[in-house]
């Protein structure tokens, strides 16, 4: 079920069955020269809703923008401040706790996120457990390459030139979504260099193009489509025992 | 140009030949016992996709939670606090004002946004003209339903029991659009009753059903597809016009 | 009643006959070459005064300071940031709402306040209304000028050139109450140009002078008081209907 | 020359002769059974406004809402959070700097203010002098009572019971400025107790009518009148030393 | 007993017999050509741990960052803004009062701290109370030198020449407690200037080697050593009237 | 070079031939049975000073208070939130990079500072490289058990019941440090249960005695002086590359 696409009244009779949603959250942020711009937030997206289609799931919309300073340098390019991005998870949180949901699972496309959505839970709680009360909810932050067996096919499929920015799993998954948005380009060199994170300049320098570490030249629609069943299915197993976590009394 | 399906090299060449961009920004929340919860971000995404396949545009990814406090009392809806709102707005607005976007309109579905996207757009003035700097950019907001001509087509298709939320202008953009999530209910009354708005609960005692003078079963994918036809070529215009504002020296 | 001219038991006693009070409130700012900095605080303070004279309402002190950031560009014009603005007129509600008050007219001058007024009520009932509860209070944004007859009589007394800002109607107020205060100028050109309000140096090189739309030299002492009589009997009968308005259970 | 009954153009001639303005600074706070809720806003407006008729001085509209959440407890106090009042100070001088103001002193009639001021200088030139930039301007805080020979005057006028709350000194000055507004009131104890100030229900549970220390019983408009023409003498001595202070290059 | 020293279940043994505990704050700061960087937090660290070898006491971990903006013209220094300062006080101040302490004493080291502390006490106090809660602990504010006759025997040390900053006071203590870090130089002049405290660059200018108005050539290991055992002594009786201080019902 | 120790003249030399400070950072917050609450910033204290009495490096004062709000539910934690921990850690940042240092390395002794520092770390690029400057300075984490070597010699000293909190190496770490301060206790069982975290009173239920996965009978004083001389080692060869990293120009 996407909420989105849903009413009120709908969404009432499905917390008579579960309080568990699943939020697709990202980024909207440069992907080398072939990737799309939205990549980071459509994967999440993409599996999301593949996942929603043979299981009874309820689907919030994308958070669509997240932490991607260190992008900045890039054309297209929108990022959160960790302090906004942080308030603006807090907000979505309350609102969905308010409806009675108790288990919010954030399916994360953006490992740039990981720590402001860490942090974030923590402020939820830190306001919700004030005063030694019980906050009542479980967050939990899942990256889609996590999934169970996600990241083993793509080792499969990519033994090298993976990397960790504008990998060919992602740009495959979008490739298979978006079949005519697929664009071409000569990668110089073929594997991006490696290094580490800093502020936007100091990223576009030793990155010129985009990418770290990846051959994006490798990805296939028909790989994407392998990635996104797969992550479907385990996205769909993942929610059944966050669901089925005991909560100690 | 769908910023999101694009490439950061794409959107470099598209401000070689235009600084303008539409942001379309709406709110999830409920709409009566048949909108979806999704129609207020919908709806401008909608008309802002439609003008992009007649229009050299950018259309920036949907801004899909706005300020809906008051609907807090209805499942699915979600809501940012006016603080964290305009603080998203600047961050947003920032990140595209440093890769030279100078004329961003935002293309907005929610009248409950109208006071705090204001209220950002002077908090980013405020900023950037600190020190009686000159700000360097111009902020638009624009409702889909005050562009050229849109008005004046909705109260001829809808002459009575529009009202202002939940009304039939919007569920039929949603039908035109989404024509597999069209849902069906008797509307007791037929007319939903009008007032003022105040917080959550109240407004749920004062609204039962979620409307607020409107009449939704007028709604027709036909009609909906009329408006967004009309709108797409009134928000083209708008942008045009807002490209060529001068600015004083 | 004025609160400020009352001890802390006068204002326990009011409370136990009324829980309802009005606050002007208003902002510090240009007015063009002879209208007062202080003209959109004194307004509705002035009105509310008159008012109090012949009713037993309560009037708060003057909130003088509100959103101007757009006249920023003129010396003496003081001005909050939204996030501050709404920071305050929260901590003022709360403290009023934390002796009783459960009815809170905010009496505006400035129409560049609204939005952030409205944002701050927003803001507001969130917090109040966290966790599905009733917040118990309701909060009113009233301009003077929409006061009942009031703009009526602006329009009569005015036909032409009476404009956005530094209005012959507003200035007219402050001559009645400030007849020692009154200012001369020729108006080059006589009606002042319109157009979009953009940030403080946009501002400045639109509107030279500061005004906006409007002849304020057609203002007398006369017809300021005509107005005043006129917006302090409607006010009194606003505060009254605001008090009974009923609230659903 | 006050600021609120002056025109842009007149404070733009002001800068021209000097660049020095004094801020009224105060609380809307109870003052025990007799003592008005404005008075420690109305005495530095008093004073200011006395040295003005004397001085070619600049004096700013009053901040007349402060740091008084310890007077919570009775009814018609509105206080400002700390961290609230400091962006509000903020803002004056970032809005007066800005028009080329380099001399603020804030002349203040309340105590609990002192900390929350002084703090906001802190943040103020933390900001303004960022990345070792001088900040270009100097801020001072002067409580009316410390002016030179004010405190003298004060315990000769009243020996005994003075007090630090609702004292015999700042009744006294309201009364000279609004003699129709002197209430009466049986004091018991005639003298009030003292102690520390903790939270606002302490407060009221240690000082039941509202006074520490004080017996505001010994209260004349004419030792007022005194006061406050000492003060003003005072005051445009103390903005005239501000104004010449050297500033190290 | 020291806090960081001692495991959970110590504490909780503890909070069974004493609800009162002591928390070390300071700043870390210039202190003159020969004070070290530290001393604002070492000496009422230093203080604390001395008063716990005789007395049942608890001593919180040393705040060691406050507000010191105006010292940071010299390397070394690092300052919290007032509003950093004053969330993180809160946030020590909630985990405390959440184990149950209801009795907190700030042994401050750093003049520039009092008013942010203060600040911070109003902005704890009027979170806890609102909405006419009674906040259930008590905050308090001791610098060391106002520990009964500590200011007397410091006095008598140094009749001459103990100023404001860089005292030979602290010096002394500090040399007392870290002998192998006493360093020497030549002051000129002998005693340093006084006068007021602005921003960093201004201060640096009037204090060009850091001291204000003090000649630490006087301070000794010994004189240090007898500040420090008289001030532990008098901070055991504070903290003993501070926990039986009676809190109105 | 100990900073606290050290003067501003000691620190402006250090600056003339080094860029680079290690800041110790932690958290105050249980550690099981016999875990004293300051081991997470005792930790990477003793293990920088280590590293100081052989290499000629700068330790600035430790940074002791962290993001603990998970074991609030246990007495003597202190925690700040993670909103606050990024304004504390921007302010330390701000201040260091004031006076010239473009290298700091957060040597951290809490897992669960992480998400905070990363996420601070990104809020302080954002902010210093806006406008599409470059920050110029570089901010670098690093946990001391990830520092060379260090992992490897922990899990030969202890193959079973390391855990992830409470673990033997940081217990035997400061028993070496602290040999008086050595707690004995039974644990039941053994070896602690492992799983997810989640908010403060969750955290105490499934932990009963705050370890996770740990056995921290092992520690012995002498496995952890093993501990503190590689990890110092390690720490300047750290530091000694991160000083050399080339900056792209």
Known sequence: MLLHLSTWAEVEQFLSRSRTIV???????????????GTDWLCPEIIAREAEKAADILVAPTFNIGMAQHHLGFPGTISLRPSTFIAAIGDWTRSLVGHGFDRILFLNG????DASIEAAFSEIYAEASFGRRRAGFALKLCNWWDLEGVGELAREQFPTGHGSHATPSEIAITQWAFPDAIKRADYAPRIAPSGPIREALDFRARYPDGRIGSDPGQATPAKGGELVRLAAQSLARELEAFSCEPVPA
Chains 1, 2, 3, 4, 5, 6 share one sequence.
């Open 23 to 37: 939020v697709p959250i990202g980024s909207n942020e440069q992907h080398g020269p072939t990737g799309l711009l």
């Open 110 to 113: 953006h490992g740039g996120n």
